[in-house]
C-alpha cells in the first residue's frame, strides 16, 4: 500500500529558529501533498495544499511567509516553519494522495511531527 | 457553510458493539471516509463509501446513505486497542476533505 514517510517524528527548538519537516512519498509519485495541523484534542486543520512544481495554496489564516513550503519533487514536500514561537507547537502531519488510484482514493498521513517551541 | 457533525465521545464494554454516528452537509459529495486515529499518532485509513449501503471490513463496517447525508461506523468485538478517536471526512465537489472534528472512543474492561 501507499506509505508516506515524514521526519522528524519529533523536534523541539527555541523561540525565534527555524525548523524543516519532510515529507515523502515512499511507493507513489504525489503532484499533490496536504499539510495538516493538529492542537491537543482537536480535529485535523488543513494549512496548506502542496502541488508539485508551482506555489503552494494556503487555507484562511494561515501565513505563508511563515510557513514556507516546497515541493520540488513528485515525492518529496517540505513545510518550514520560520521563526518558530511557542504557539507554533503542534502536531504537523502531513499526507497524500495516490492519484493512480483516483481522485477518490483515500489520503495516506505521514506519521507526524510534534513540534516543541520552547 | 460545510458541515460535517460527529459525537465527541463515547464509551463501550470490550468485546461488545459501538456504533459512532456522522452526518454531513457538504457542497456535493464524492465519497465519505473513515480515519482511527490513536493519541499522539496520524490518523489510518478504516474505509471509503461512495455508494449506499454497508461495507463490511473484519470487526469494522461502514454505513453511508446519501439522501439523509448519514453514515455511521460499527466496531464490533471492540478490543482495548481499539480506544482511539474516529474521524469521518467527506470528499465534496470539488475533491477537497472536509473533516469532522472526531468521536473519541473509550474502552472500558
Known amino acids: 500500500g501507499a506509505v508516506v514517510s515524514q521526519h522528524p517524528s519529533r523536534v523541539i527548538c527555541k523561540s525565534g529558529t527555524s525548523v524543516k519537516i519532510e515529507c515523502r512519498s515512499l511507493?507513489?509519485?504525489?503532484?499533490?501533498m496536504f499539510w495538516y495541523r493538529q492542537f491537543p484534542k482537536q480535529s485535523l486543520m488543513l494549512m496548506a495544499t502542496?502541488?508539485?512544481?508551482?506555489?503552494?495554496?494556503?487555507e484562511q489564516g494561515v501565513e505563508k511567509d511563515k510557513f514556507l513550503i516546497n515541493h520540488a519533487s513528485l515525492t518529496l514536500s517540505t513545510l518550514t516553519v520560520t521563526s518558530a514561537h511557542p504557539e507554533d507547537s503542534s502536531f504537523y502531519i502531513c499526507?497524500?494522495?495516490?492519484?493512480?488510484?483516483?481522485?477518490?482514493?483515500?489520503?495516506?498521513f505521514g506519521n507526524g511531527t510534534r513540534l516543541t517551541v520552547t | 457553510g460545510q458541515n460535517i457533525d460527529q459525537p465527541t465521545e463515547m464509551t463501550a464494554t470490550e468485546g461488545a458493539i459501538v456504533q459512532i454516528n456522522c452526518t454531513y452537509q457538504?457542497?456535493?459529495?464524492?465519497?465519505l471516509f473513515w480515519y482511527q486515529q490513536h493519541a499522539g499518532e496520524a490518523p489510518t485509513f478504516l474505509s471509503y463509501?461512495?455508494l449506499d449501503g454497508l461495507e463490511e471490513k473484519g470487526r469494522f463496517s461502514s454505513f453511508l446513505s446519501r439522501s439523509k447525508g448519514y453514515s455511521y461506523l460499527l466496531l464490533k468485538e471492540l478490543q482495548m486497542k481499539d480506544s482511539a478517536s474516529y474521524l469521518c471526512?467527506?470528499?465534496?465537489?470539488?475533491?477537497?476533505?472536509?473533516w469532522g472534528a472526531g468521536t473519541k472512543l473509550i474502552i472500558k474492561p
Open positions: 511507493d507513489f509519485q504525489a503532484t499533490t
Open positions: 457538504t457542497s456535493g459529495f464524492n465519497g
Open positions: 499526507s497524500a494522495r495516490d492519484y493512480e488510484q483516483g481522485d477518490n482514493s483515500p489520503l495516506h
Open positions: 463509501n461512495v
Open positions: 471526512a467527506v470528499l465534496d465537489s470539488n475533491y477537497q476533505l472536509i
Open positions: 502542496s502541488n508539485e512544481g508551482s506555489k503552494a495554496t494556503y
